[in-house]
């Protein structure tokens, strides 16, 4: 069974810094679709970022250049490096992976596995 923990998000002011991890256990991070998406309140769940099994990413134009998906795939996680932070970004992130998928991985419909998420405060 996947298991996705979150952890390193808080609150930092605007033009700050960033670095969240998902620990994967019963899961190899290199496999298939992984991927990052924040929810904030009364606002639906957006995809921020997705890296495929061949180390493709991409990004949602409100982070690109700012926002950096990346993993590790000998401890099995995966970091999302965000910079440059705005006050739009506050919201709660979610790290997720589509089991099933390796390719093809901007559906959030195909992520299966979701973490518990971790806060991300950005304050002007």
């Known amino acids: 069974q996947v298991q996705l923990v979150e952890s390193g998000g808080g609150s930092v002011q605007a033009g700050g810094s960033l670095r969240l991890s998902c620990a994967a256990s019963?899961?190899?991070?290199?496999?298939?679709?992984m991927g990052w998406f924040r929810q904030a309140p009364g606002k639906e769940r957006e995809r921020v970022a997705f890296?495929?099994?061949?180390?493709?990413?991409s990004y949602a134009d409100s982070v690109k250049g700012r926002f950096t998906i990346s993993r590790d795939n000998a401890k099995f996680t995966l970091y999302l490096q965000m910079n440059s932070l705005k006050p739009e970004d506050t919201a709660m992130y979610y790290c997720?992976?589509?089991?099933?998928?390796?390719?093809?991985?901007?559906?959030?419909?195909?992520?299966?596995?979701w973490g518990q998420g971790t806060q991300v405060t950005v304050s002007t």
């Open positions: 997720a992976a589509a089991t099933f998928y390796s390719t093809l991985c901007s559906n959030q419909g195909k992520y299966n596995a």
């Open positions: 019963g899961y190899d991070v290199s496999r298939q679709c």
């Open positions: 890296i495929t099994s061949g180390g493709s990413t």
